[in-house]
């Protein structure tokens, strides 16, 4: 099995920023794409930013300039640093990872707990 722990969620108020991690762990014998999505109250569960595993970057339009998604391979983790945080990027950000067990090398989707961010004053 293959687990994610998220961090970094909270309470911040309009303008401020926080920095989510997530760490894999587990049967790994490779990470491909990490990512974060969101999901707002009564809303669909959105992409927010992902990495792939050779660097290249996707952001969804309304994170651009404000969001950075970065990975340190070493530690099977990926971070999203959220800058100039507005009111609706109120939701649970969930991690998402795409990796190879070592347990028949099969490609797998795992995805996180989830970490509540609001952005309220």
């Known amino acids: 099995q293959v687990q994610l722990v998220e961090s970094g969620g909270g309470l911040v108020q309009p303008g401020g920023s926080l920095r989510l991690s997530c760490v894999a762990s587990?049967?790994?014998?490779?990470?491909?794409?990490m990512g974060w999505y969101r999901q707002a109250p009564g809303k669909q569960r959105e992409l927010v930013a992902t990495?792939?595993?050779?660097?290249?970057?996707n952001y969804d339009d309304s994170v651009k300039g404000r969001f950075t998604i970065s990975r340190n391979n070493d530690k099977n983790t990926v971070y999203l640093q959220m800058n100039s945080l507005k009111a609706e990027d109120t939701a649970v950000y969930y991690c998402?990872?795409?990796?190879?067990?070592?347990?028949?090398?099969?490609?797998?989707?795992?995805w996180g707990q989830g970490t509540q961010v609001t952005v309220s004053s």
């Open positions: 990495k792939t595993s050779g660097g290249s970057t």
């Open positions: 998402n990872v795409w990796v190879v067990v070592t347990d028949g090398y099969k490609y797998v989707e795992v």
């Open positions: 587990g049967n790994i014998y490779s990470i491909y794409d």
